[in-house]
């Protein structure tokens, strides 16, 4: 990272073709990528941020376990007030039928565990994620669409 005129330039800005003032003014005050994220391209939706986080964890500091997606996705959604998982959480365990004391990380653990059916209590991470970012995306959209 570079300091110019009062912004903080970081390099996965460049390679990701974006420009890296957009990317360095909230780092710089410690609101971080995910905030900035949000704040850069205010249309972009949170489904589509994490389409891209998903696809490619790197590019935002993730090493692509499960623990690490879970973290990030907690933090985007309490920078928004917990609004974009609204919901969400309750709706694993209805879908799971039972769970509903559990955080959601765990509910798509258990999710995850009974459609596999082969006995495992401990799936791989990166079934784990696949698995959240459709129940997510399921998420969302069934929302949406309950919303309009």
């Not at 959240?132 to 399921?138: C, G």
């Amino acid at each position: 990272m570079a300091v110019k005129d009062g912004h903080v330039h970081d390099a996965r800005a460049r390679l990701n073709g974006e420009p890296p003032d957009t990317y360095s003014h909230h780092f710089q005050h410690g609101e971080g990528w995910c905030s900035h994220h949000w704040t850069r391209e205010p249309m972009m939706e949170f489904s589509d941020l994490l389409r891209r986080v998903h696809g490619r964890p790197g590019a935002y500091g993730l090493n692509g376990s499960y623990r690490e997606f879970v973290a990030f996705i907690n933090g985007c959604d309490a920078i928004h007030e917990r609004d974009p998982l609204d919901g969400f959480r309750e709706w694993l365990a209805l879908r799971l039928g039972r769970g509903s004391n559990l955080v959601w990380w765990e509910l798509v653990r258990q999710i995850t565990i009974a459609e596999q059916g082969n006995g495992c209590d401990s799936p791989e991470d990166s079934i784990l994620v696949d698995r959240t970012f459709e129940l997510i995306d399921e998420f969302l959209t069934q929302r949406a669409s309950n919303r309009s």
